[in-house]
C-alpha cells in the first residue's frame, strides 16, 4: 500500500510544556485513522501542525504528493467550523472552493455536488445563520471536501451531535472513506469502531498505542470466564476457594484467562463440584471503553 503522510518526532512546545511529543506514524492512502485520546491530550494541536495551523517545534511532516499545494490537498473540518451567517451555503463552499485553487467555474458545479452529496442540496441557497447543528456540521464537511482533497483530516467530527446526526456524519464519512484518506480525532471510542484502519492512541502529548482495531482489542481485550450465582456468599466461597485469581463482584466472579489457562472444561468441572448454584457461566472480555481506559492509563 502506498503510503500518503508520514510524521515523524513531531513535537510542539508552549512555553516550557510539551503539549505534543515525539509523534511518529503513518497514513496509508484510502485509509481511515482515528487519532484518540482524553480532552487535553493533544489531538487538536496534532491535526493543527498538520493543517499548517500550526507550526510544529520540532519533527517532519512528509506529503507524498506535495509537489501540489498543500491546501488543494488537505481538507480540514476544526472542531467548532465557522460559517459567515450573511453567505447561503452554496456562496460558503464556492468560497472555500476557490480559496483552496478551484477555478471559479468548477466551483459553482462541485459546491452543487458536494451539497447534494451531504444532503443540503435543497437547502443550498439558505443562509448559514439559519442552519442547526447538524446541518452546519455537514456544511463544515462539505467545505472540507468541496476541492476533492487527498487527505482529510476532522477535529472531533461527530462529538458534538446527538445521535441522528452523528449517524448521518458518520456515514458520510464511511462513503468518503473508499477515495479519500482519512484522520479523524475523538474522544469516543465506539465512533472509531465505526471506521477505522488504524488507531493512534495519544495521551498527555505522547503516542502510547498504535495499530488497527483488532491488533489492539486482541492487547488490551483481557478475556476471562464470568461465572453467575444465585447470591452473592456463594460468589465469595468460590473466590476464597478456587486454585485461581478470582475476582468477585456481586454474585458473579471473573477468572481471567491467559494463553488459554485455564481451560474452560477445568473450569466448569470446578464449577460443578461446590455446594453452590451457577446460574449462567459465560466468556467475557474487555469492552472498547475498558480497552480506552487500559491504554490510557497504562504505566
Ligand atoms: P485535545 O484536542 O486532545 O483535547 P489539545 O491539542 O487541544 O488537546 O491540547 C493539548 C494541550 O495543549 C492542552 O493542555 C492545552 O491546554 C494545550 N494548548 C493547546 N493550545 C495551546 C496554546 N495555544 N498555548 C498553550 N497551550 C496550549
Same mark, same amino acid.
Given at each position: 500500500?502506498?503510503?500518503?503522510?508520514?510524521?515523524?518526532?513531531?513535537?510542539?512546545?508552549?512555553?516550557?510544556?510539551?503539549?505534543?511529543?515525539?509523534?511518529?506514524?503513518?497514513?496509508?492512502?484510502?485509509?481511515?485513522?482515528?487519532?484518540?485520546?482524553?480532552?487535553?491530550?493533544?489531538?487538536?494541536?496534532?491535526?493543527?501542525?498538520?493543517?499548517?495551523?500550526?507550526?510544529?517545534?520540532?519533527?517532519?511532516?512528509?506529503?507524498?504528493?506535495?509537489?501540489?499545494?498543500?491546501?488543494?490537498?488537505?481538507?480540514?473540518?476544526?472542531?467548532?467550523?465557522?460559517?459567515?451567517?450573511?453567505?447561503?451555503? /452554496?456562496?460558503?463552499? =464556492?468560497?472555500? &472552493? #476557490?480559496?483552496?485553487?478551484?477555478?471559479?467555474?468548477?466551483? %459553482? $458545479?462541485?459546491?452543487?455536488?458536494?451539497?447534494?452529496?451531504?444532503?443540503?442540496?435543497?437547502?443550498?441557497?439558505?443562509?448559514?445563520?439559519?442552519?442547526?447543528?447538524?446541518?452546519?456540521?455537514?456544511?463544515?464537511?462539505?467545505?472540507?471536501?468541496?476541492?476533492?482533497?487527498?487527505?482529510?483530516?476532522?477535529?472531533?467530527?461527530?462529538?458534538?451531535?446527538?445521535?441522528?446526526?452523528?449517524?448521518?456524519?458518520?456515514?458520510?464519512?464511511?462513503?468518503?472513506?473508499?477515495?479519500?484518506?482519512?484522520?479523524?480525532?475523538?474522544?469516543?471510542?465506539?465512533?472509531?469502531?465505526?471506521?477505522?484502519?488504524?488507531?493512534?492512541?495519544?495521551?498527555?502529548?505522547?503516542?502510547?498505542?498504535?495499530?488497527?482495531?483488532?491488533?489492539?482489542?486482541?492487547?488490551?481485550?483481557?478475556?476471562?470466564?464470568?461465572? /453467575?450465582?444465585?447470591? =452473592?456468599?456463594? &460468589? #465469595?466461597?468460590?473466590?476464597?476457594?478456587?486454585?485461581?485469581? %478470582? $475476582?468477585?463482584?456481586?454474585?458473579?466472579?471473573?477468572?481471567?484467562?491467559?494463553?488459554?489457562?485455564?481451560?474452560?472444561?477445568?473450569?466448569?468441572?470446578?464449577?460443578?463440584?461446590?455446594?453452590?448454584?451457577?446460574?449462567?457461566?459465560?466468556?467475557?472480555?474487555?469492552?472498547?471503553?475498558?480497552?480506552?481506559?487500559?491504554?490510557?492509563?497504562?504505566?
Amino acid at each position: 500500500m502506498n503510503t500518503l503522510l508520514t510524521v515523524q518526532s513531531l513535537t510542539k512546545q508552549y512555553g516550557r510544556e510539551k503539549v505534543v511529543k515525539d509523534v511518529s506514524f503513518s497514513l496509508m492512502k484510502n485509509t481511515s485513522t482515528a487519532l484518540i485520546g482524553p480532552n487535553g491530550a493533544g489531538k487538536t494541536t496534532t491535526l493543527s501542525m498538520l493543517t499548517g495551523l500550526v507550526n510544529p517545534t520540532f519533527g517532519d511532516i512528509i506529503l507524498k504528493e506535495n509537489k501540489e499545494d498543500a491546501r488543494r490537498m488537505i481538507g480540514f473540518l476544526p472542531q467548532y467550523p465557522k460559517f459567515f451567517s450573511w453567505l447561503s451555503a /452554496i456562496e460558503f463552499t =464556492e468560497m472555500t &472552493a #476557490k480559496l483552496s485553487g478551484v477555478d471559479a467555474r468548477v466551483a %459553482v $458545479k462541485e459546491s452543487e455536488k458536494i451539497l447534494d452529496f451531504v444532503g443540503l442540496g435543497n437547502v443550498k441557497k439558505k443562509k448559514t445563520g439559519t442552519f442547526s447543528g447538524g446541518m452546519k456540521q455537514r456544511l463544515g464537511l462539505a467545505q472540507a471536501i468541496v476541492h476533492n482533497p487527498s487527505l482529510l483530516l476532522l477535529d472531533e467530527p461527530v462529538s458534538a451531535l446527538d445521535p441522528v446526526g452523528r449517524r448521518e456524519i458518520l456515514n458520510l464519512l464511511k462513503e468518503l472513506q473508499e477515495r479519500t484518506t482519512i484522520l479523524y480525532s475523538t474522544h469516543i471510542l465506539n465512533d472509531a469502531e465505526e471506521m477505522t484502519d488504524q488507531l493512534l492512541f495519544l495521551r498527555n502529548g505522547e503516542l502510547v498505542e498504535q495499530g488497527s482495531l483488532s491488533d489492539v482489542r486482541e492487547k488490551y481485550a483481557n478475556p476471562m470466564i464470568k461465572i /453467575i450465582f444465585s447470591l =452473592e456468599e456463594e &460468589a #465469595k466461597v468460590f473466590a476464597s476457594s478456587s486454585p485461581w485469581n %478470582v $475476582k468477585q463482584e456481586g454474585s458473579s466472579v471473573c477468572i481471567p484467562i491467559r494463553e488459554n489457562e485455564p481451560r474452560m472444561q477445568e473450569i466448569l468441572a470446578y464449577a460443578s463440584l461446590g455446594d453452590w448454584t451457577v446460574q449462567r457461566i459465560e466468556k467475557a472480555s474487555a469492552n472498547l471503553e475498558e480497552i480506552f481506559m487500559q491504554v490510557v492509563n497504562k504505566q
